[in-house]
């Protein structure tokens, strides 16, 4: 590196010897115009600056140059090997012997590679702030910057004057709708900007992510169900984490609210079969009591749902006189309790659910082995399995995929809000063999339908029992009953 300051030149003798000395080969190259056609700034430049030839190894690019990636420089390269640099650089003047590149970084780079000892430069003296404005407004204003890139200029550039992106805008030929989009694309999270900056995520998906700007774990959800999902847009996406943001803002609202020591409880409908609490009002099922007659009462409860929505309830319905037993619930005898004929269902439907348990757990022996000895695997299986893992989503068919993982023996994971999410590990391709996923997805679309007790008559469920008999498997009598009684 010189140690001195380069002698000046006249311009005229400067671009001669420019010429004379970048100039390798008679043999003509192209080169682009991206490169050699002079930018605002640089023509400016070239006014109040002085031409010099510098030597190569004088010249400083710059840490902080907006553009991270300087491509192909093979054919630019073979330009200034065979025709010399026909634009000069424009360089700062550090005034200790080096000169840190302004705009020409790729013909700095391709210099080097073509083997020049020394290149033309438009030599200016610029303070840190001028120097930094020159160089981001050069970058931005050529083409071929990513828009991270583009977006990390403007950034830079608001910072360095102040200006509004309206005033950035008109400076630069941009909109102002350009320009708050390009700034926009810097609120995401680095995971995001890394699919961008990649090519796994378009330009336009990574606008709409923009909209969960201040919640990085939705984003993760929307980049890893998108990953994994076929069908489902970011944009679908994006407006389902919206809602899901919206309706925990009014659960949370509604649980502030809800007076110190009263009893509450969380639920995603209002309904009343399967739950011990009935709504208050004079309808059959419900508690004929006002909201300020029952909530001194121990057993006031108060339902939210997912909307937010605040139900009163009574949590002990069948203690009050003012309960009106509907007609869905079971019957009660004349004087109170059950029938002998109720007690005998009833006795019957406890005897064949543990029976119906007991051969579950027998026949998820069978399916362990099943699975586990799938070990072949394809890429036609893979894509096969993957689009079918994508039309099922982790709430509709959370049943089926928690049966799946069981099979599996894998452990589903959960995010911070605590919701289980079944299909990342289902899609991890190293956990198991896609022939042991795609067996334990058919398996469990049977064996669900045979826990619950429906859907016998199904194809699923026939599938199911043919491969355990298969396997030696032997039903118990009322699995063979409700078999036989489902084929007709």
Known sequence: MATGKAPITPIGTARSAAARAT???????????????????????????????????????????????????????????????????????????????????????????????????????????????????????????????????FRRLTDLTGMGQRALGDRLGRSQAHVSKRLALLTLPEPAQAALAAGDLTLEDAHTLTRLKDQPDRISNVLTTAKISRGWSVARLVDQELERAEEQEKVAAAVAAVPAGTAYELVDYLHRSGTTWRQLGNLPGEVNLTKAKHRKQPCHLLVIDRQGTVTPCCSNPT????????????????????SDQEKKDRAESRRRNKELKIAAAGRLVHLHRLVDEAAADDELLHDAVEAWLGDLSSYEDRHLLSLTCELLHLEPTKDTWGTTNYLTVLTDRKARPWAAVALALTLAAGEWQARAQQGWDTPAVTALYRRLKAHGYQPCPDELTLLTKARG
């Open 319 to 338: 203690g009050h006189a003012e309960y009106t037993k509907p007609s869905w619930e079971p019957g009660r005898s004349a004087g109170g309790g059950l």
């Open 23 to 153: 100039r390798r080969s008679p043999a003509p190259a192209t080169t682009t115009a991206t490169d050699l056609k002079p930018s605002a700034t640089e023509a400016a430049a070239a006014d109040v600056g002085v031409l010099r030839v510098l030597p190569l190894n004088a010249l400083r690019p710059a840490d902080d140059n907006v553009r991270r990636d300087l491509g192909d420089l093979g054919e630019l390269a073979a330009s200034i090997r065979g025709q010399g640099i026909l634009q000069a650089l424009l360089v700062n003047d550090a005034g200790d012997g080096t000169f840190p590149i302004v705009a020409g970084h790729r013909r700095h780079a391709a210099a080097a590679i073509a083997s020049l000892t020394e290149v033309p430069c438009i030599v200016r003296s610029l303070d840190e702030i001028a120097r930094l404005e020159a160089m981001i407004v050069e970058n931005i204003q050529r083409s071929g910057l990513s828009p991270l890139e583009e977006a990390d200029g």
